[in-house]
């Protein structure tokens, strides 16, 4: 939308100074000015339409469909506003969406008679608001949602008599508000005590933040408590909710954080709590759920963290704990699943890090255990699975460090359990090793042909483990972060085809490992930070392998490779594919300090040198065209990287690295000693993290013709002072160039 102002008189005397008319010629001439200044205006609206907006007083408008004018916006310093009724000799009939949002000076409003909308957080978080006037005889029927939400210092509103319309919790966060106000005329709504209700008093639907009362009993007329209505209302400590209430609303008692206990009257008919409708109750120390209640929305009670006790009453219909529902409720001791739930949702008991008993009741239906549903509940020691269980995801106990045992009612046709482990009910696939075990080893049984993701994920206390030859698949992260792991013993016969992603990634412990001939692929990360592995060998069937596969294998100085594979090759304990035209891996071990890539390579894989913190330098052959640019930021050793002459694409000066043009720097080596740096006058762009941890370097001076810096360019260079040519920083320079904040000198050499 274009925004103009109408100054006609203005233009027409610029007009008549500009053409130097004679006072005989000024009539005839002011005419035609008039017209043209008319045809304009028409031209104008005809063209912009009803969405036009202007400006006049500070005020900006905009013309609606009915002809009248919605005020939009305001730009003055005026802290008292009385808002115009009209403008252009037309009313004023709405305040816009967000029209005097986030405007802190204004203390007080007046809002003429003839507004008949305010729009959703049209006063939003102003904050030193603290008066709100409607003048007599006003027509306002709608308020939005949000409209006052954060004015946090004003304490009381009357609301006209003609609204019929109040959107979602208007008054939010008004931390000073004690009581809204109604026009004993308004045939919509009605206010007790300062609490706004419908007319007939069903609904409640706001209770001021900031009344003072500490507890607050619900009238029996109520069923239903609005969305937000107790929103941050931090000094209410007991409600009482009668049984009348059937509904309780999305985030109705969110973030109340004094309140301790809440009561539901005897013979409640709560049917619904919804989302997060008692979340960040901090204070809240326990809770009795109606047996009369259905349906518990998302995160209900989440990051109640003073919640020691739940309690579903006798005979409860509840049907589902949804997803997040006690996320976050460290105190939780324990909870019964009343019998009818059937689904526990996607983090539903979540880092409930006391939580140490969880019982079902007799006769449970529950069919479903979704993902990370107790994770991170440290003090559980043992669950029994119900007999109609037929779903448990992969992480649903993951990082609960007491489990000791998994227990499966012998009836469920689904599940089974064997000392404490978790399988299906043939015993084909091996589902959850409980991590609380102390046993030091495990032979997985004869039967199982699959383990699951994260099956033995975080099993620190285990130090050797042997796998049948049945097992054909290892999941993701099975035996992850498995710190205590010295020894993996592969029966002979093994028919194990792939390692999956980080399946033995963080086992730190672990030394030597065979791969079965079996395997054929090793996916990404499968060995990533086995910081203790020193050597590894490839078999020849493996044809398709990752080359993060090893990535951060501190100790790792080999990478052999079977001598009938066909896919796969090694030299001097490097790996690359057979025609050795891609490098894929070079061991982080490796104690040379230098190495001279094989000419004929083409590229070099992504992080094939991450962390090879002994080489000081690199030689490039002239056949390299394609690697990732960054490839040895993370090499802190590295002093220099060499280019044989005769390549077509890299060049290096001095050890760092450049384009053939040296338009572009890609690399500056972190371990290169010198403290000052000059970039060359030929340099137009400075690749990202081109000079990443590069802690010797105290000045670098960029000169003029750079236009472009990448990402991260100087991110961790604890000593440097940036000497720049430009007088600020150019508009293609990286938002995140300099993201470690070293200072810059601007304008140097001018």
């Known amino acids: 939308m274009r925004t103009f102002k109408f100054a006609s008189r203005f233009l027409e005397l610029e007009y008549w100074t500009q053409s130097k008319l004679t006072e005989e010629e000024y009539p005839m001439k002011r005419i035609v000015f008039g017209l043209i200044i008319l045809l304009s205006s028409i031209v104008l609206i005809g063209c912009e339409g009803k969405s036009t907006e202007e400006s006049a007083d500070n005020y900006t408008y905009q013309l609606k469909l009915d002809d009248s004018y919605e005020v939009t916006g305001y730009s003055g310093t005026h802290t008292n506003l009385i808002i115009p009724s009209t403008y252009m000799g037309k009313t004023v009939t709405s305040i816009g969406n967000e029209a005097f949002a986030r405007i802190s000076s204004i203390t007080s409003v007046m809002i003429p008679s003839g507004i008949i909308s305010i729009g959703n957080s049209a006063f939003s978080n102003c904050t030193g608001l603290t008066s709100i006037t409607f003048e007599p005889e006003s027509q306002l029927t709608s308020i939005g949602r949000s409209a006052f939400n954060n004015c946090s210092n004003l304490s009381s509103v009357t609301i006209p008599a003609n609204v019929a319309n109040i959107g979602t919790n208007p008054f939010t966060f008004c931390d000073s508000l004690v009581a809204i106000d109604i026009d004993e005329n308004n045939a919509y709504y009605v206010s007790i005590d300062g609490v706004l209700f419908n007319k007939d008093i069903t609904q409640l639907l706001s209770y001021p933040a900031g009344k003072q009362e500490s507890g607050y009993e619900v009238p029996l007329s109520v069923t239903s408590i609005d969305t937000n209505a107790f929103y941050s209302c931090s000094g209410l400590t007991s409600i009482t909710i009668s ?315 080999s990478i052999n490779v079977d001598e009938d594979n066909a896919d796969y090759v090694s030299v001097d304990g490097v790996l690359f594919d057979i025609e050795m035209t891609r490098l894929l891996s070079y061991p982080a071990g490796k104690q040379d300090s230098s190495y001279q890539i094989p000419e004929g390579v083409t590229s070099i894989e992504n992080q094939a040198f991450k962390n090879c913190n002994h080489l000081t330098s690199v030689t490039l052959p002239s056949s390299l065209i394609a690697m990732n640019r960054q490839e040895f930021r993370l090499c802190s050793g590295l002093v220099s990287v060499e280019v044989e002459e005769d390549n077509s694409v890299f060049v290096a000066v001095d050890g760092i690295l450049f384009n053939k043009d040296m338009t572009t720097l890609y690399f500056y080596p972190p371990g290169k000693q010198d403290s000052s740096y000059q970039i060359p006058a030929t340099v137009t762009r400075i690749d990202r993290y081109a000079f990443f941890n590069c802690g010797n370097l105290t000045s670098v001076t960029i000169p003029a013709a750079v236009s472009d810096i990448g990402t991260f360019a100087f991110h961790n260079c604890g000593s440097l002072t940036i000497y720049a040519a430009a007088a600020s920083v150019p508009s293609g320079w990286d938002r995140y160039w300099n993201p470690s904040n070293r200072p810059v000198v601007w304008e140097y050499g001018s």
């Open 243 to 557: 049984s009348s209430v059937i509904h309780i609303g999305n985030s109705a008692f969110y973030m109340c954080t004094g309140l301790t206990g809440v009561i539901f009257e005897a013979g409640s008919q709560l049917t619904s709590m919804g989302d997060s409708a008692f979340s960040s109750c901090s204070q809240l120390s326990s809770m009795t759920i109606p047996s009369s209640v259905t349906s518990i929305g998302s995160s209900a009670f989440a990051n109640c963290s003073s919640l020691t006790s739940v309690t579903f009453e006798a005979g409860s219909q509840l049907m589902s704990i949804n997803l997040r529902t006690f996320y976050s409720c460290g105190s939780l001791a324990g909870v019964t699943i009343p019998s009818g739930v059937t689904i526990i949702g996607y983090a539903a008991f979540y880092d409930c890090t006391g939580l140490a008993s969880v019982t079902f009741e007799a006769g449970s239906q529950l069919t479903s255990i979704d993902r990370n549903a107790f994770m991170n509940c440290g003090n559980l020691s043992s669950i029994t699975i119900p007999v109609n269980v037929s779903e448990i995801q992969s992480d649903a106990f993951l990082f609960c460090e007491g489990l000791v045992n998994i227990d499966v009612e012998d009836d469920n046709a689904n599940y089974t359990s064997v000392n404490g482990v978790l399988f299906n009910k043939d015993m084909t696939h091996l589902l959850l090793y409980p991590i609380g075990k102390t046993a030091s080893s495990y032979e997985i049984p004869s039967s199982v042909t699959s383990i699951d993701w994260y099956a033995f994920y975080n099993c620190s206390r285990l130090t050797s483990i042997s796998i049948p030859p049945n097992v054909n698949n290892i999941g993701y992260a099975a035996f992850s972060k498995c710190t205590g792991l010295t020894s993996i013993t592969f029966e002979p016969g093994s028919q194990l085809t792939s390692i999956d992603v980080g399946v033995f990634k963080y086992c730190t412990s672990l030394s030597s490992f065979t791969i079965p001939p079996s395997v054929t692929s090793i996916d990404l990360s499968a060995f990533a930070n086995c910081s203790s592995l020193t050597t590894i060998t490839i078999p020849s069937n493996v044809t398709s392998l990752k080359a993060s596969a090893f990535a951060d294998c501190s100790s790792l100085v």
